[in-house]
């Protein structure tokens, strides 16, 4: 992504800030507020991240008062606890401010604000929600003392979003309930507790990082920022691009434009795609898009549009009449005809495409292909598509017990 280091003024002097260039050029503003461990190179990495998601990100180096320009690590926690020990959280929310203000001037700024932070940030941000009217949305992970200004919550005016750690050592069980109790009912605030996750469960690189949850998190970030700052993108229309590329133009370089600079996808049951856009575009060009039967087709079934992926349920059709290496690799052709119930979920950065995972099962590809025998087995060949264009026909039909149960009470 785009960046550049500005300078922000504040009434006690001038203070620096990184700033990530929304991928379109011009996007809604983000203060993220750091971490203890300063504007490191973990946070410039999230302030990327978002920028691919339409957003212009400034992070403001908040620990300008007591040392200027750290990019401490995890290594360097004992005086990481010392700065934030030391640091007066009024003026950082002031900073805030002064960031949010310099943001604002940014020509590459479009649109309404909002804070995100994380652990010391996200206090800060929850703080800055409470106290500054031109925040429209404040994300807060695992902010360290909310329990403490629950007070402020009278002076919230846009969205509030709270990500907490089921096991966080620096809020515990006891202060995670006084924070839930205070914005229950409340419209205006969203707060998610993440089982089994730890302080910095977001952090890729931490030693608590916990993917699942992480992605979790954000989906439900973006969700509530692109409806209080936006930007709005037609991910269906996307999608739909994305698609016709692959199976109608059959043309691997608009394909691949279609997506993120380092996409992947991932075929589940036969593990086939590739990571990053060199390996991508090698499995697009020689493996799959120039390698599918004439007659591949899809029959739609549902789609769901989110705020950041699409998933789409559909019955892919053909005939086996070439070796399809994605799907049933290093098998000779058959000639059998294949209609498979499939899953993709799609997820986008901003306005491209980031991955793809396309489930479906293979037992019952390889029971359409002759290669694998039903009998006692409890799988089903080209019924478990007919079933699901007709929910109609008999179900249970793979359950011996099934006629077990004919006639019995039903509580």
């Known amino acids: 992504m785009t960046s550049k280091t500005i300078q922000i003024s504040s009434p006690d002097g001038q203070f620096s800030g990184y700033l990530a260039i929304s991928i379109d050029g011009k996007g809604p503003g983000l203060v993220l507020c750091q971490e203890i461990f300063g504007v490191n190179a973990d946070m410039k990495a999230a302030a990327d991240h978002l920028a691919e998601e339409g957003y212009t990100v400034l992070v403001p180096d908040l620990f300008w008062r007591q040392e200027a320009g750290l990019e401490l690590t995890e290594s360097d926690f004992e005086k990481a606890l010392s700065l934030y020990q030391a640091f007066d959280e009024n003026k950082g929310v002031e900073d805030i401010q002064a960031a949010l203000t310099a943001l604002a001037a940014q020509p590459e700024c479009d649109g309404d604000l909002g804070v995100l ?14 106290r500054l009217p031109e925040v429209a949305c404040a994300v807060g992970y695992y902010g360290v003392g909310i329990e403490q200004a629950l007070n ?23 202060a995670r309930e006084q924070i839930l109790a205070a914005v229950s009912g409340n419209s205006q605030v969203s707060a998610f507790v993440y089982p089994d996750t730890e302080h910095a469960f977001a952090r890729v690189g931490s030693s608590h990082f916990n993917k699942g949850a992480a992605l979790v998190a954000h989906e439900r970030s973006i969700k509530y920022l692109r409806a209080k700052l936006g930007p709005d993108y037609d991910l269906e229309a996307l999608w739909e691009e994305h698609i016709r590329h692959e199976f109608d133009t059959r043309d691997v370089p608009a394909t ?38 004439a007659d591949m087709g899809m029959i739609p079934i549902s789609r769901t549009v989110g705020a950041s992926q699409v998933v789409d349920e559909f019955i892919m059709t053909f005939t086996h009449d070439s070796e399809i290496d994605w799907l049933v690799p290093g098998i000779k052709p058959t000639g059998r005809k294949v209609e498979i119930p499939m899953l993709g979920v799609v997820k986008f950065r901003g306005p491209k495409l ?3 995972h396309i489930y479906w099962d293979q037992a019952s590809v390889l029971v359409q292909l002759g290669l694998m025998d039903p009998q006692g087995l409890p799988v089903a060949g080209a019924e478990t598509a007919h079933k699901l264009l007709d929910e109609s026909l008999p179900s249970n039909t793979l359950m011996p017990s099934w006629s077990s149960s004919e006639n019995k009470p039903i509580d």
């Open 256 to 293: 691949m434009a279609t997506m993120v600079s380092q996409p992947y996808v991932n075929h589940i049951p036969t593990m086939t795609g590739g990571v990053g856009y060199s390996q991508l575009a090698r499995f697009y060009r020689y493996h799959f898009v120039h390698g599918n039967p």
């Open 354 to 356: 980031y991955h793809e």
């Open 117 to 130: 932070g994380y652990c010391l940030g996200g206090k800060l941000a929850y703080l800055a929600g409470c």
């Open 152 to 174: 402020e919550l009278e002076g919230l005016q846009g969205k509030l979003v709270l990500h907490m750690a089921d096991n966080d050592q620096f809020c515990p069980a006891e």
